[in-house]
């Protein structure tokens, strides 16, 4: 009986499983076989071996767009997760205006990327811009600049929209993981005298740890391979200050027609993300606690 279930459990995972290969695990290795190669649109591929990489290494705005991606990556955990926890919790605790709330920080996930960078670009405005105005305002005119033209400002001006953007859906994974905690235990915790702070660190941080790791894991690959609303608001400037490894990818193989040395961008990207993903995966590896 159990034999048989398992070959029928084969069978019905076996279209799926050829469906995951064909459209993922194959063009991956395409892709990576490409970086061998010195190809264009229309011509034929040249093989180069490891040449892509040794030039990519050494090209200062391959290093800069790698550590741009990080600080992107560190700048979008730093906001989303705190954030999302927070407002997950607000409404968890039905505070007034809960509902509205819960939909207002939703809103930016339903919104295009375009959408986002229109705003945010007029936001940052250096003559009309809602910040600038802000800063005018409160006696802070000397802080005020071109947000998104100047090299020194336009990578934190885009991960503080990035950050924005996604905080909704952060706080949508903690409120169902703080909806899936039996409310006996706040009760039990509350008859124990654990209220306030002294609850949400004992009683309900620990319970969702799990799901801080789970999304932990899904800011750092996110980021890896951001590219849509930084292109939309800088297209990686000025002067390749506001660039990660997603918008160096776009301009060497669409712009450029180096259709290898991308691949071999791409072919990066997929290590560092497969690095992060597993190295988070054993540092948070722990057994999960039990409801009841």
């Known amino acids: 009986m159990i034999r048989n279930l398992r070959i029928w459990s084969l069978i019905f995972l076996l279209p799926g499983l050829a469906l995951f290969i064909y459209i993922v695990v194959l063009p991956t290795i395409q892709v990576i076989n490409s970086s061998m190669y010195n190809w264009s649109p229309g011509q034929v591929g040249t093989f180069v071996g490891l040449n892509n990489f040794t030039q990519m290494f050494a090209d200062p705005s391959f290093r800069d767009a790698l550590l741009h991606t990080f600080v992107l990556l560190i700048g979008a955990m730093i906001i989303q997760i705190p954030l999302g926890f927070i407002f997950a919790y607000l409404i968890f605790r039905r505070y007034i205006g809960s509902a509205f709330f819960q939909t207002v920080f939703f809103i930016p996930m339903v919104l295009s990327s375009v959408v986002i960078a229109l705003l945010w670009t007029q ?85 969702v740890i799990d799901t801080l790791k ?65 190295g988070l995966q054993r540092v948070f590896r722990r057994e999960p606690l039990e409801l009841g």
Do not use: C
Not at 219 to 243: C, D, E, H, K, R
């Open 123 to 207: 936001v940052y405005n250096q003559d009309f811009g809602l910040l600038n105005s802000l800063l005018r305002a409160v006696g802070l005119g000397d802080l005020t600049r071109p947000w998104l033209g100047d090299s020194s400002s336009s990578l934190i001006s885009v991960v503080v929209v990035v950050g924005w953007q996604y905080v909704g859906l952060y706080m949508l994974i903690f409120l169902a993981a703080l909806q899936r905690i039996p409310h006996s235990i706040f009760e039990a915790a509350e008859i124990d005298g654990a209220v306030g702070v002294r609850q949400l660190k004992s009683i309900t941080a620990p319970l």
């Open 214 to 278: 789970l999304s932990v894991i899904l800011v750092v690959t996110g980021a890896v391979q951001y590219f849509n609303l930084i292109w939309a608001m800088t297209q990686g400037g000025p002067a390749n200050s506001s660039s990660v490894l997603a918008s160096y990818m776009f301009i060497k193989g669409l712009q450029e027609s180096r259709l290898g040395y991308a691949g071999a961008v791409a072919t990066v990207m997929l290590v560092v993300n497969l690095i992060l993903a597993i």
